[in-house]
C-alpha cells in the first residue's frame, strides 16, 4: 500500500488533463466522452476491454489521429497534434504495441533515428551513433546486445527494449507505454519496471496501457478504467481491487433484448470433432481439441493473440494446421482449402470485414453470392436475375436495410455489412458457421438482430461457434464457452457456471507462467 | 435510427449512379470532344481513309489491351507483350514460310503457333507469379527478355517475309471502310465484354482485383484464376502476333518494342484501376480510340512525332488525376 500524503504528486497540477475526448470512425464510435488527467511523476495505468478505446485514445495523444471533440491541455496550454512530429515536440513519446522499428537498419540506427549525428561534412558519424546507441542499451540493461546488428535478427522481445531505448532517447515528458510486457519475459519485465521507476523519480509522467491487472496493482499509482468508449472510472490504486477494476471492465447493463434466452438442446449429434488441431503459428505443441454439437452455440474467449482467430482459420483450412485432426460428422476429413470446408458445409464469418469477408467496392448482390455462385449460374454463365432475387429474399430473412442490391456494399453501414457477409454463408446452406467477432463495429440495433438471427439459426440445427471478446456477448448467446490462453484451452464453462469474472480468471491464467524465446 | 438509416441508401445510390455515368461516358466524352476538335481544325481527319486509317492504327494495340484488361483487373501487370508479340510473329512466320505447304494449311498453322506461343508465355507469366507470389511486374520483365532473346536467336535476327499472298492481301481488306482487322478486334472486344460481365469467371476475376482474401476464403481457386487471366492476356497477344504480319506482311524479332506501355496507357486512360477490381473492356476500347485519334490528329495538325509523344504522356498523366477524383467520389 503506497500512500500518497507523504508525496508530493497529489498537490501537483497535473500535466496532461483530458475532458470529454469523442472519436468517430464512420458510424462507429470509438471514443465518446474520455476524461483523465496525467500528473508529473505518476505512472497512470489506462485498462479496458479489447475495443474499449484505449489504443485510439493513445493515437490520439501522439497525433496519429484527431479527435473529433472534447479538450486537451497540456501543461496549461491547450495541445492539439495534429502529426507525431507535434506530439514529440510537446515531449510526449509513445512506445506502440505494433513495433515501429526499421528492421534492416542496425539497431544503432533505429535508436538513434530522429537525430542522427552527423560530422561536419554531413555524413552519419557512426562512432557517435554507436556510442550514444551503446549508452541508452546499457541504460535499460541489454549490454549483451550488439548496436550494429540488425533488428529484423532480434527476438521479439528484444525488440520491444529496444524500442523503450528510442522512445527514452528524447527527453519526454509523458511516456506512453501500449501493452509494453506483451512480448516480455518475466525477468524482462521486472527489467522494464525498474526503468519504470527511474523515470518516475524523475518526474515524467508514464500512461501505462495493460492487460495485466497484476503489474498495474505494482506500479502504478492510478487507474482510469475504459469501457465502450468512456472513462468509466478513475482512482487510486490503493482504492481498489482488481475484483472491482473487472467489474468496472465489462460493465453490468445489457440490453433486454439482446439478453433473450434460448431453451438448449443438448441431444445434438457431433457436428465437428477436433484433436490436438495445431494453428502454424501456435507454439502449443498438443493443439486443440473439443467436440462441436448441431444446435449448439459455443463461444471461445479470450485475450487477443490468444490463438482463437488461428483456432478459426485452421478448422476452416483458411491457413493448413499444422499437425492435429478434425472430424465431420464423425468421419475423418482434411481440407486443402477453404473451397472443401465451404462444400463440406462450413461458413466462415471473419473478423476483418474489410480485409477479409466483403468485397466493399462490389453490388451487395455479388457479394452475397460470392461464396455459392452455382446457385446463380449454369454453364459459368450469370443469371443476374437469380442473383438479385437470392439477395432480396436473404435480405428480407435477415432484415437487411439497403437501397438495391446493385449497390456496392461500401453503401451500407457496418451492422449492415456485417449481414451482407452472414448472407453470404447463409446463401450457401451451411450446417456449421464459424464467426469470428460477429458484431464489431456493429450498432446496439443491428447487434440485437445478429442475435436473434444466431439463435435462430442454432434452433435450426446448425453448430455455430463464436469468436468475442466481447463476454457479455458471448455470456448472452452460447451454451458453453472455452476460454484460450497461449493457444491452448485454459477452461471449459457450462451455462450455468457463466460469469466474466471466471472467464477472465481462464484468459489470464498461464499469462505470465510461461517465457517466450 | 431508423429513418436516418432509410435515407441513406438514397443517397449513397446517387453517388453511385453518377459515378458509373462518370467512368465509361466520361471517357466516351473525351474522346468525342477529341474528334470534334480534330475534325474542325484539320481538313482530312473526317474523311473516309483517314478513318480507315486510325481504325487500322488502333486495332494491334487494342487486342493487345483487351489481354491487358484480364491482367490489369487482378491487380497484376504484363510488361512481357511486346516481347511476346514479337516471338509469336518470329514463329508463325517460320511456320508460314515451311517449304510444301499449301497456303490456307499455312495460315491455319501459323495462327495457332501463335496463339500457344502467346498462350505458353501467358502460362508461364501467370505460373511464376501466382506460385511464388512474386509481383508480375518483376515476372513479365524477366519474359520480356526471354521473348526478346528468344526471337532473336529463332531468327537469328533475320526478318521473315514473303508470305501467301492471299494472307497479305486479307490485311488491308476493308467492310465498308472498316479494316478487317479491327473488326476482329471488335469481335474480340465483345468476347471479352461477355467474359468479364456475363460470366462466374469474370466475376470471381473482377473479385480478386478487389479482396483476393475474401474471394479465396469464398472457396475459389484463386491461383488458377490468376494464372487464367495471364493465360488470356497471351492468347491475345498471339492472335495481335497474327493480325500484326497480316498488315505489314513481315515477321521480325524486333517488332513490338514499347508497346506494352501502350497497351498499358490504352487501358489506364479507359478508367481501369492500376490496383485492380474496377475498369471495363469498353472503357479500354475507348481509352485505345483515344490513343489512336490523338496519334493521328496531332499529327494531322502538323505536331512532330516527339510532340505527339509528350502529349499522350500527359494525356495519361490527367486521366490517372481523374480516376483519383472519381474513387474519390466512390468512397466519399
Known sequence: MIENSSSPIKSVEPLLQLSGVAKRFGGVVALNGVSFDLRPGEVHALVGENGAGKSTLIKILCGILQRDAGTIMLGGVPYDPHTPGDAKLAGIQVVHQEFNLLPYLSVAENICFEDLPRNRFGIVDRRILHERARKALDSIGLADVDVRRPVASLGVAHRQLVEIARALMGESRILVLDEPTATLTARETKRLFAIIAALKAKGVAIAFVSHHLNEVF?????????????????????????????SNMVGRQLAAAMAATREVDKSGRTALSLHQLRHPASPNESGVSFDLHYGEMLGIAGLVGSGRTELLRSIFAADIPQSGSLDRDGKKVSYRNP????????????????????????????????????????????????????????GADIKLKYGRPQDNASTLSGGNQQKVVLAKWLANNPRILLLDEPTRGVDVGAKAEIYALLRALADKGLALLVVSSELPELITLCDRILVMSNHRIAGELERQDFSEERILNFAYKDERSHEYQ | MNTSDASLPGQMRIATTTKTI????????????????????????????????????????????????????????DL???????????????????????????????????????????????????????????????????????????????????????????????????????????VLVAIGWFVLTKTVFGRVLYGIGNNEEAVRLAGHNVFIYKIAAFTICGGAVGIGAIIYMARLNIASPIIGIGFELNAIAAVIIGGTSLSGGRGSI????????????????????????FMRQMITGFVIIIAVILDKYRERLTKA
Open chain 1, 218 to 246: 505494482e506500479i502504478c499509482e492510478r487507474v482510469t478504467v475504459l469501457r465502450n468508449g468512456q472513462s468509466v472510472m478513475t482512482c487510486d490504486i490503493s482504492q481498489t481491487t482488481p475484483d472491482q477494476l473487472v
Open chain 1, 339 to 394: 473451397k472443401d470446408a465451404i462444400a463440406d458445409g462450413i461458413g466462415f464469418v471473419t473478423e476483418d470485414r474489410k480485409e477479409e469477408g466483403l468485397i466493399l467496392d462490389m453490388p451487395i448482390a455479388a457479394n452475397v453470392t460470392l461464396a455459392n455462385l452455382k446457385a446463380v449460374s449454369r454453364y459459368g454463365l450469370l443469371n443476374k436475375r437469380d442473383e438479385i432475387k437470392l439477395t432480396r429474399e436473404l
Open chain 2, 22 to 77: 462518370l467512368r465509361e461516358a466520361g471517357i466516351g466524352i473525351a474522346l468525342l470532344v477529341l474528334i470534334l476538335v480534330f475534325s474542325t481544325t484539320t481538313q482530312h481527319f473526317l474523311t473516309a481513309s483517314n478513318v480507315t486509317n486510325i481504325l487500322t492504327q488502333v486495332t494491334i494495340n487494342l487486342i493487345l489491351s483487351i489481354g491487358m484488361t484480364f491482367v490489369i483487373l487482378i491487380g497484376g501487370i
Open chain 2, 80 to 186: 512481357s507483350v511486346g516481347s511476346v508479340l514479337a516471338f509469336c510473329a518470329v514463329v508463325a512466320g517460320t511456320v508460314m514460310t515451311l517449304p510444301g505447304l499449301d497456303p490456307s494449311t499455312a495460315v491455319i498453322l501459323a495462327t495457332l503457333s501463335a496463339v500457344a506461343g502467346g498462350i505458353a508465355f501467358g502460362l508461364l507469366n501467370g505460373f511464376i507469379s501466382a506460385y511464388w507470389v512474386i509481383p508480375s511486374f518483376i515476372v513479365t520483365l524477366g519474359t520480356l527478355n526471354i521473348a526478346r532473346g528468344a526471337a532473336l536467336q529463332v531468327t537469328n535476327a533475320s526478318t521473315i517475309y514473303s508470305f501467301p499472298p492471299a494472307f497479305n492481301a486479307f490485311g488491308s481488306q476493308t467492310l465498308y471502310g472498316i479494316p478487317l482487322l479491327f473488326l476482329i478486334a471488335l
Open chain 2, 282 to 305: 469498353v472503357g479500354t476500347l475507348l481509352g485505345a480510340c483515344i490513343i489512336g485519334v490523338l496519334a493521328n490528329g496531332l499529327v494531322l495538325l502538323g505536331l512532330s512525332d
